[in-house]
């Protein structure tokens, strides 16, 4: 498991009202969206990336459709390094779900067509992260997130 400091960055997101709705500002897609418990997450994370870990905004999708196995797909975060090839995957859960096999499968399944060297599943309260060993066909949990590449 690693340490995510979220109580840390969640006073710093920006709040509205939209449409009677709650909304929060995501940097990444430059807009505001639901306020949904699974989005708080993922703002938080977005925010400890450019802030904490100083990952380029402009190098991060979030919530862009993929085909796995023929199905269209939603991925939560990827993180593509300086030559713009995937990075770090992310799945995003509300903090009442607990991080189980299902979750961890959930982004194997999204991995299969980026082949990424970073997995990260997170639910606000615990986080793993692994780097993948495609050769040994293996992966290794890590005790932080990996920094951004040079």
Do not use: W
């Amino acid at each position: 498991m690693i340490e995510i400091d979220f109580e840390a960055y969640f006073p710093r997101l920006k709040f509205a009202k939209r449409g009677g709705k709650n909304c929060v500002f995501d940097p990444v897609r430059r807009r505001y969206v639901a306020a949904e418990k699974e989005e708080l997450v993922r703002q938080v994370l977005l925010l400890h990336f450019t802030e904490g870990l100083h990952y380029p905004k402009a190098k991060m999708a979030v919530e862009k459709m993929i085909t796995v196995n023929g199905l269209k797909r939603r991925f939560d975060v990827l993180v593509y390094d300086p030559d713009t090839k995937p990075f770090l995957l992310v799945e995003c859960k509300a903090p009442d779900v607990k991080i189980t096999e299902a979750v961890f499968r959930q982004i194997a399944a999204y991995n299969l067509p980026l082949k990424v060297p970073y997995l990260l599943v997170t639910n606000g309260v615990v986080s793993y992260c692994c780097r993948m060993d495609y050769g040994e066909e293996d992966f290794h949990f890590v005790e932080a997130l990996p920094e951004y590449p040079k």
